[in-house]
Nanobody, 124 residues
């Protein structure tokens, strides 16, 4: 089991930006694909973005393409989610997770070792 810690959430106005971080102390982080998911109240957890172990392959949900960017710094054992042009619909708890597949995946069943989540609130 990999321990993941998300941070960077908060309250932002619509149109604003936030950068989320997901860190682990696990030295084998460099071998993991990673993903970001979010969950709004009363809704199922949904895929946001994913990145492979080297950072040269990514995938995004259609709803965030062109606004969000996933990246990673393997030297810091950290994956990031830069969120720009935020909308009220982007609000929710954002989770990072380890992808058990080689390629970025939008399938929640491909993920394990979830973080505790960080809250994002977007005011209109």
């Amino acid at each position: 089991q990999v321990q993941l810690v998300e941070s960077g959430g908060g309250l932002v106005q619509a149109g604003g930006s936030l950068r989320l971080s997901c860190a682990t102390s696990k030295r084998t982080f460099v071998t993991y694909g990673m993903g970001w998911f979010r969950q709004a109240p009363g809704k199922e957890r949904e895929f946001v973005a994913a990145i492979n172990w080297s950072g040269d392959s990514t995938d995004y949900a259609d709803s965030v393409k062109g606004r969000f960017t996933i990246s990673r710094d393997n030297a810091k054992n950290t994956v990031y989610l830069q969120m720009n042009s935020l909308k009220p619909d982007d609000a929710g708890v954002y989770y990072c997770a380890v992808n058990r597949k080689l390629r970025p995946s939008p399938q929640i069943t491909d993920y394990g070792s979830w973080g505790q989540g960080t809250q994002v609130t977007v005011s209109s």
